[in-house]
Protein backbone atom coordinates (compact mmCIF):
# COMPACT_ATOMS: atom_id res chain seq x y z
CA UNK A 1 0.00 0.00 0.00
CA UNK A 2 2.70 3.12 1.02
CA UNK A 3 5.60 2.69 -0.91
CA UNK A 4 8.08 3.15 2.01
CA UNK A 5 7.01 -0.40 3.29
CA UNK A 6 7.99 -2.03 0.57
CA UNK A 7 10.55 -0.01 -0.61
CA UNK A 8 12.80 -0.55 3.16
CA UNK A 9 11.38 -4.29 2.90
CA UNK A 10 13.46 -4.64 -0.55
CA UNK A 11 16.10 -2.92 1.07
CA UNK A 12 16.81 -5.04 4.23
CA UNK A 13 15.96 -8.27 2.00
CA UNK A 14 18.92 -6.38 -0.34
CA UNK A 15 21.25 -6.20 2.54
CA UNK A 16 20.65 -9.51 4.49
CA UNK A 17 19.02 -11.93 1.83
CA UNK A 18 16.02 -13.91 1.96
CA UNK A 19 14.12 -14.52 5.41
CA UNK A 20 13.90 -18.28 5.59
CA UNK A 21 13.44 -18.62 9.20
CA UNK A 22 12.17 -15.02 11.10
CA UNK A 23 15.50 -12.72 11.24
CA UNK A 24 16.01 -12.11 15.17
CA UNK A 25 16.77 -8.93 15.97
CA UNK A 26 19.79 -9.51 17.48
CA UNK A 27 21.15 -13.21 18.39
CA UNK A 28 23.69 -14.44 20.32
CA UNK A 29 26.79 -16.21 18.70
CA UNK A 30 28.51 -19.36 21.01
CA UNK A 31 31.47 -21.69 20.03
CA UNK A 32 33.58 -24.65 20.99
CA UNK A 33 35.88 -22.01 22.92
CA UNK A 34 32.22 -21.04 25.05
CA UNK A 35 31.56 -24.13 25.57
CA UNK A 36 34.85 -25.01 26.68
CA UNK A 37 34.71 -22.50 28.84
CA UNK A 38 31.81 -22.86 30.56
CA UNK A 39 32.78 -26.30 31.15
CA UNK A 40 36.06 -25.77 32.50
CA UNK A 41 34.28 -23.52 35.26
CA UNK A 42 31.93 -26.20 36.10
CA UNK A 43 34.73 -29.05 36.70
CA UNK A 44 36.92 -26.09 38.90
CA UNK A 45 33.83 -25.45 41.17
CA UNK A 46 34.18 -22.01 40.95
CA UNK A 47 30.72 -21.61 39.84
CA UNK A 48 30.15 -18.54 42.04
CA UNK A 49 31.70 -15.18 42.13
CA UNK A 50 34.63 -16.52 44.43
CA UNK A 51 37.55 -17.84 42.29
CA UNK A 52 39.60 -17.02 39.57
CA UNK A 53 37.10 -17.06 36.91
CA UNK A 54 35.79 -13.08 37.47
CA UNK A 55 39.23 -11.49 37.84
CA UNK A 56 40.52 -13.03 34.72
CA UNK A 57 37.24 -11.30 32.83
CA UNK A 58 37.78 -7.76 34.48
CA UNK A 59 41.23 -8.15 33.20
CA UNK A 60 40.17 -8.73 29.85
CA UNK A 61 37.47 -6.25 29.98
CA UNK A 62 40.12 -3.82 31.40
CA UNK A 63 42.40 -4.59 28.42
CA UNK A 64 39.68 -4.27 25.63
CA UNK A 65 38.15 -0.53 27.13
CA UNK A 66 41.38 0.40 28.78
CA UNK A 67 39.58 1.54 31.55
CA UNK A 68 42.25 1.29 34.91
CA UNK A 69 39.55 -0.46 37.15
CA UNK A 70 36.52 -3.19 35.99
CA UNK A 71 34.11 -4.61 38.86
CA UNK A 72 32.06 -7.32 37.04
CA UNK A 73 28.68 -7.44 38.87
CA UNK A 74 24.74 -9.42 37.87
CA UNK A 75 23.85 -7.08 35.11
CA UNK A 76 23.87 -3.97 33.15
CA UNK A 77 20.90 -2.15 36.16
CA UNK A 78 23.25 -2.86 38.61
CA UNK A 79 26.23 -1.79 37.55
CA UNK A 80 24.18 1.52 36.81
CA UNK A 81 23.25 1.48 40.46
CA UNK A 82 26.81 1.61 41.27
CA UNK A 83 27.73 3.99 38.73
CA UNK A 84 25.05 6.66 40.83
CA UNK A 85 26.21 5.54 43.82
CA UNK A 86 30.30 5.87 43.11
CA UNK A 87 28.40 9.42 42.04
CA UNK A 88 27.68 10.53 44.99
CA UNK A 89 23.47 10.05 44.34
CA UNK A 90 21.64 10.48 47.44
CA UNK A 91 17.55 10.12 48.14
CA UNK A 92 16.09 13.45 46.86
CA UNK A 93 18.74 13.91 44.42
CA UNK A 94 17.72 15.05 40.86
CA UNK A 95 20.09 13.17 38.10
CA UNK A 96 19.74 14.67 34.36
CA UNK A 97 19.55 11.65 32.12
CA UNK A 98 18.06 11.48 28.36
CA UNK A 99 14.14 11.00 28.19
CA UNK A 100 14.59 8.51 25.12
CA UNK A 101 16.46 5.36 27.11
CA UNK A 102 16.05 1.74 28.02
CA UNK A 103 13.81 1.80 31.48
CA UNK A 104 17.00 0.81 33.28
CA UNK A 105 18.90 3.82 33.08
CA UNK A 106 15.65 5.84 34.71
CA UNK A 107 14.84 2.60 37.19
CA UNK A 108 18.88 3.13 38.56
CA UNK A 109 17.94 6.69 39.43
CA UNK A 110 14.80 5.38 41.36
CA UNK A 111 16.85 2.66 43.25
CA UNK A 112 18.66 5.95 44.43
CA UNK A 113 15.69 7.14 45.93
CA UNK A 114 16.93 9.70 43.40
CA UNK A 115 14.46 11.80 40.86
CA UNK A 116 15.13 11.64 37.27
CA UNK A 117 15.29 15.07 35.22
CA UNK A 118 14.70 14.21 31.81
CA UNK A 119 16.46 15.93 28.97
CA UNK A 120 16.30 16.22 24.71
CA UNK A 121 18.23 14.04 22.45
CA UNK A 122 19.68 14.66 19.14
CA UNK A 123 17.72 12.73 16.27
CA UNK A 124 20.71 12.66 14.28
CA UNK A 125 22.99 11.15 17.08
CA UNK A 126 20.11 9.61 19.47
CA UNK A 127 22.21 10.86 22.33
CA UNK A 128 21.76 13.62 24.55
CA UNK A 129 21.58 17.16 22.58
CA UNK A 130 24.65 18.77 24.10
CA UNK A 131 23.33 22.34 22.74
CA UNK A 132 19.99 21.96 23.91
CA UNK A 133 21.41 21.06 27.41
CA UNK A 134 22.85 24.02 27.68
CA UNK A 135 20.86 26.53 26.60
CA UNK A 136 18.45 24.86 29.22
CA UNK A 137 20.71 24.67 32.44
CA UNK A 138 21.37 28.02 31.97
CA UNK A 139 17.85 28.87 32.84
CA UNK A 140 17.27 25.68 35.61
CA UNK A 141 20.73 25.53 37.41
CA UNK A 142 21.33 27.59 40.53
CA UNK A 143 24.76 27.64 41.95
CA UNK A 144 25.23 27.12 44.80
CA UNK A 145 27.80 26.68 47.79
CA UNK A 146 26.41 22.81 48.14
CA UNK A 147 26.89 23.00 44.71
CA UNK A 148 24.02 22.87 41.29
CA UNK A 149 20.45 23.35 42.60
CA UNK A 150 17.16 23.12 40.16
CA UNK A 151 15.99 26.40 41.08
CA UNK A 152 11.95 25.13 39.63
CA UNK A 153 12.44 21.96 42.60
CA UNK A 154 15.25 23.16 44.77
CA UNK A 155 16.37 20.08 44.84
CA UNK A 156 20.21 19.60 43.71
CA UNK A 157 21.05 18.24 40.40
CA UNK A 158 23.75 15.81 41.17
CA UNK A 159 24.63 13.78 37.89
CA UNK A 160 24.65 13.69 34.59
CA UNK A 161 24.00 10.24 33.04
CA UNK A 162 24.88 9.87 29.23
CA UNK A 163 23.79 7.04 27.22
CA UNK A 164 25.35 5.61 24.27
CA UNK A 165 22.29 4.33 22.03
CA UNK A 166 22.16 1.36 19.36
CA UNK A 167 25.83 1.52 19.88
CA UNK A 168 26.64 5.38 18.54
CA UNK A 169 29.24 7.09 20.79
CA UNK A 170 27.13 10.22 22.36
CA UNK A 171 29.70 13.73 22.19
CA UNK A 172 31.20 12.99 24.82
CA UNK A 173 33.66 16.37 24.92
CA UNK A 174 30.41 18.59 25.05
CA UNK A 175 29.18 16.81 27.43
CA UNK A 176 32.26 16.83 29.53
CA UNK A 177 32.53 20.39 29.60
CA UNK A 178 29.23 21.05 30.98
CA UNK A 179 29.78 18.33 33.88
CA UNK A 180 32.26 20.05 34.93
CA UNK A 181 30.92 23.50 34.40
CA UNK A 182 28.02 22.80 36.42
CA UNK A 183 30.00 20.48 39.14
CA UNK A 184 28.14 16.98 38.03
CA UNK A 185 29.04 13.82 38.62
CA UNK A 186 29.16 12.48 34.96
CA UNK A 187 28.38 8.84 34.52
CA UNK A 188 27.75 6.58 31.38
CA UNK A 189 25.20 3.81 30.61
CA UNK A 190 27.48 2.34 27.51
CA UNK A 191 25.20 -1.00 28.20
CA UNK A 192 25.13 -0.90 24.48
CA UNK A 193 28.17 0.41 23.42
CA UNK A 194 31.02 -2.25 24.05
CA UNK A 195 33.49 -1.25 21.14
CA UNK A 196 32.24 1.85 20.87
CA UNK A 197 35.07 4.81 20.99
CA UNK A 198 34.32 8.42 21.28
CA UNK A 199 37.55 10.50 20.12
CA UNK A 200 39.74 7.12 20.60
CA UNK A 201 38.42 6.33 24.37
CA UNK A 202 36.33 3.76 24.85
CA UNK A 203 32.75 4.50 25.88
CA UNK A 204 31.96 4.17 29.45
CA UNK A 205 35.51 5.57 30.40
CA UNK A 206 34.44 9.72 30.17
CA UNK A 207 33.16 9.81 34.06
CA UNK A 208 33.28 8.81 37.75
CA UNK A 209 32.15 5.78 36.20
CA UNK A 210 30.55 3.79 33.13
CA UNK A 211 27.92 0.72 32.95
CA UNK A 212 28.55 -2.00 30.34
CA UNK A 213 25.72 -4.75 30.04
CA UNK A 214 26.25 -8.63 28.68
CA UNK A 215 22.50 -9.56 28.67
CA UNK A 216 21.71 -11.96 25.70
CA UNK A 217 21.02 -9.31 23.21
CA UNK A 218 24.11 -7.20 23.42
CA UNK A 219 27.35 -7.68 21.38
CA UNK A 220 28.66 -10.03 23.70
CA UNK A 221 26.71 -11.90 26.66
CA UNK A 222 27.48 -13.53 29.60
CA UNK A 223 23.97 -15.00 30.08
CA UNK A 224 22.75 -12.01 31.69
CA UNK A 225 26.16 -10.07 33.39
CA UNK A 226 27.11 -6.50 33.65
CA UNK A 227 30.38 -4.11 34.24
CA UNK A 228 31.05 -1.16 35.86
CA UNK A 229 34.38 1.08 34.26
CA UNK A 230 36.35 2.84 36.79
CA UNK A 231 39.45 5.00 37.02
CA UNK A 232 40.38 5.86 40.34
CA UNK A 233 41.61 3.21 42.40
CA UNK A 234 39.67 4.13 45.73
CA UNK A 235 36.08 4.28 43.65
CA UNK A 236 36.82 1.00 42.82
CA UNK A 237 37.65 -0.59 45.88
CA UNK A 238 34.12 1.23 47.46
CA UNK A 239 32.97 -0.57 44.08
CA UNK A 240 34.41 -3.85 45.04
CA UNK A 241 33.08 -3.46 48.85
CA UNK A 242 29.35 -1.96 47.88
CA UNK A 243 28.91 -4.63 45.62
CA UNK A 244 29.55 -7.58 47.79
CA UNK A 245 27.71 -6.99 50.63
CA UNK A 246 29.70 -4.19 52.13
CA UNK A 247 31.57 -6.94 54.34
CA UNK A 248 34.77 -5.55 55.51
CA UNK A 249 37.95 -7.46 54.40
CA UNK A 250 40.30 -9.51 56.74
CA UNK A 251 39.06 -11.02 60.10
CA UNK A 252 37.48 -13.87 60.04
CA UNK A 253 33.61 -12.80 60.83
CA UNK A 254 31.15 -11.36 59.36
CA UNK A 255 31.10 -7.66 59.60
CA UNK A 256 29.72 -5.53 57.42
CA UNK A 257 29.88 -1.53 57.81
CA UNK A 258 26.37 -0.35 55.15
CA UNK A 259 23.77 -1.87 53.33
CA UNK A 260 25.26 -3.39 50.61
CA UNK A 261 24.31 -5.39 47.70
CA UNK A 262 25.08 -8.70 45.98
CA UNK A 263 25.66 -7.68 43.01
CA UNK A 264 29.38 -9.88 41.94
CA UNK A 265 29.22 -11.79 38.84
CA UNK A 266 29.16 -15.65 38.96
CA UNK A 267 32.13 -17.31 38.02
CA UNK A 268 30.44 -19.15 35.70
CA UNK A 269 29.06 -16.36 33.67
CA UNK A 270 32.58 -14.75 33.79
CA UNK A 271 33.44 -18.21 32.44
CA UNK A 272 31.57 -17.43 29.29
CA UNK A 273 32.48 -13.70 28.95
CA UNK A 274 36.21 -14.45 28.85
CA UNK A 275 35.99 -16.47 26.16
CA UNK A 276 32.92 -14.33 24.50
CA UNK A 277 35.64 -11.52 24.36
CA UNK A 278 38.39 -13.35 22.07
CA UNK A 279 35.51 -13.25 19.41
CA UNK A 280 34.69 -9.66 20.10
CA UNK A 281 37.31 -8.18 17.06
CA UNK A 282 36.18 -10.62 14.51
CA UNK A 283 32.26 -9.81 15.63
CA UNK A 284 32.72 -5.97 15.02
CA UNK A 285 34.20 -6.51 11.74
CA UNK A 286 31.47 -8.22 10.73
CA UNK A 287 28.78 -5.94 12.22
CA UNK A 288 30.63 -3.07 10.23
CA UNK A 289 30.31 -5.19 7.27
CA UNK A 290 26.75 -5.43 8.02
CA UNK A 291 26.16 -1.37 8.62
CA UNK A 292 27.87 -1.26 5.33
CA UNK A 293 25.39 -3.12 3.56
CA UNK A 294 22.91 -1.38 4.94
CA UNK A 295 24.00 1.87 3.93
CA UNK A 296 24.56 0.24 0.47
CA UNK A 297 21.23 -0.77 0.06
CA UNK A 298 19.64 2.25 2.01
CA UNK A 299 21.23 4.41 -0.18
CA UNK A 300 18.30 4.39 -2.47
CA UNK A 301 15.28 4.39 -0.31
CA UNK A 302 13.90 7.87 -0.39
CA UNK A 303 12.01 9.19 3.11
CA UNK A 304 14.18 6.91 5.47
CA UNK A 305 17.63 7.39 6.46
CA UNK A 306 19.72 5.28 8.32
CA UNK A 307 21.46 6.13 11.60
CA UNK A 308 25.17 7.31 10.64
CA UNK A 309 28.52 6.95 12.28
CA UNK A 310 29.33 10.31 13.84
CA UNK A 311 32.41 12.21 13.07
CA UNK A 312 34.33 12.27 15.94
CA UNK A 313 33.65 8.85 17.28
CA UNK A 314 33.44 5.08 16.36
CA UNK A 315 29.75 2.97 16.99
CA UNK A 316 29.87 -0.93 17.29
CA UNK A 317 27.05 -0.93 15.25
CA UNK A 318 24.97 -2.79 17.75
CA UNK A 319 21.36 -2.33 16.59
CA UNK A 320 21.33 -0.55 13.26
CA UNK A 321 18.77 2.24 13.28
CA UNK A 322 16.54 4.29 10.30
CA UNK A 323 14.76 7.28 10.80
CA UNK A 324 11.77 7.79 8.62
CA UNK A 325 11.66 11.50 7.51
CA UNK A 326 7.88 11.83 8.97
CA UNK A 327 7.47 11.80 12.32
CA UNK A 328 4.43 9.26 11.77
CA UNK A 329 3.86 6.46 14.24
CA UNK A 330 0.96 4.83 12.16
CA UNK A 331 3.40 4.72 9.49
CA UNK A 332 6.23 3.93 11.70
CA UNK A 333 4.23 0.92 12.70
CA UNK A 334 2.97 0.19 9.64
CA UNK A 335 6.53 -0.49 7.82
CA UNK A 336 7.19 -2.76 11.62
CA UNK A 337 4.04 -4.81 10.54
CA UNK A 338 5.35 -5.36 6.89
CA UNK A 339 8.56 -6.25 7.85
CA UNK A 340 7.66 -8.64 10.21
CA UNK A 341 5.03 -10.08 8.56
CA UNK A 342 8.14 -10.72 5.57
CA UNK A 343 10.04 -12.29 8.52
CA UNK A 344 12.63 -9.50 9.25
CA UNK A 345 11.96 -8.81 13.27
CA UNK A 346 12.56 -4.82 13.33
CA UNK A 347 11.50 -2.99 16.25
CA UNK A 348 10.68 1.16 17.64
CA UNK A 349 12.81 2.85 19.94
CA UNK A 350 11.61 2.40 23.83
CA UNK A 351 9.13 4.55 24.46
CA UNK A 352 10.23 8.02 26.20
CA UNK A 353 10.54 7.60 30.01
CA UNK A 354 8.24 10.96 30.10
CA UNK A 355 5.45 9.01 28.78
CA UNK A 356 5.68 6.15 31.08
CA UNK A 357 3.79 5.84 34.27
CA UNK A 358 5.67 6.02 36.75
CA UNK A 359 8.11 8.79 35.21
CA UNK A 360 5.32 11.02 34.03
CA UNK A 361 5.67 13.51 36.42
CA UNK A 362 9.49 14.10 36.84
CA UNK A 363 11.01 17.25 35.79
CA UNK A 364 11.75 17.76 32.15
CA UNK A 365 12.76 20.06 29.57
CA UNK A 366 11.44 20.40 25.90
CA UNK A 367 11.53 16.90 24.69
CA UNK A 368 11.22 17.25 20.43
CA UNK A 369 14.12 15.69 19.81
CA UNK A 370 12.84 12.46 22.03
CA UNK A 371 9.63 12.49 20.56
CA UNK A 372 11.09 12.63 16.75
CA UNK A 373 13.03 9.72 17.61
CA UNK A 374 10.26 7.80 19.28
CA UNK A 375 8.01 8.84 16.33
CA UNK A 376 10.84 7.78 13.18
CA UNK A 377 12.96 5.15 14.44
CA UNK A 378 13.14 1.54 12.96
CA UNK A 379 15.50 -0.83 15.02
CA UNK A 380 16.89 -3.36 12.02
CA UNK A 381 18.41 -7.31 12.36
CA UNK A 382 21.72 -6.80 13.57
CA UNK A 383 23.30 -10.60 14.37
CA UNK A 384 27.06 -10.36 13.43
CA UNK A 385 26.29 -13.61 11.36
CA UNK A 386 23.74 -11.63 8.58
CA UNK A 387 27.43 -10.41 7.11
CA UNK A 388 27.56 -13.54 5.71
CA UNK A 389 24.63 -13.94 3.84
C1 LIG B 1 20.55 -3.45 28.14
C2 LIG B 1 20.51 -2.09 28.66
C3 LIG B 1 20.57 -1.82 30.04
C4 LIG B 1 20.43 -2.83 31.12
O1 LIG B 1 21.21 -3.92 31.04
P1 LIG B 1 20.75 -5.32 31.71
O2 LIG B 1 21.99 -6.12 31.68
O3 LIG B 1 19.65 -5.86 30.83
O4 LIG B 1 20.28 -5.03 33.09
C5 LIG B 1 20.66 -0.49 30.44
N1 LIG B 1 20.66 0.51 29.57
C6 LIG B 1 20.57 0.30 28.24
C7 LIG B 1 20.60 1.48 27.33
C8 LIG B 1 20.48 -1.00 27.75
O5 LIG B 1 20.36 -1.21 26.44
Not at 35 to 40: F, N, P
Not at 158 to 170: F, K, Q, T, W
Not at 250 to 267: A, I, Q, S, W
Request: glycine share 8%; net charge negative.
Amino acid sequence: MTEISDDILAAIEQAIGPAGAPVPLHEPEFGAADRTAVQDCLTSGWVSSAGPYVERFEEALAEVTAARHVVAVVNGTAALHICLRLAGVRPGDEVLMPSLTFVASANAVSYCDAVAHFVDSDPERLAIDPDALAAYLETVCEDTPEGTVNRMTGRSIRALLAVHVLGVPADMAALQELAAHYRLALVEDAAESLGSYFAGRHTGTFGIAGALSFNGNKVITTGGGGAVLIDDSEIAAYARHLTTTARREGGVGFVHDEVGFNYRLPGLNAALGRAQLDSLGDQLARKRKLAERYRAAFGSVDGATLVAEPADGSSNHWLNGVMLDAADPMLRDQVIETTNAAGYLTRPAWTPMHLLPMYRDCPRMALPGAERIFASLLCLPSSARLAAA
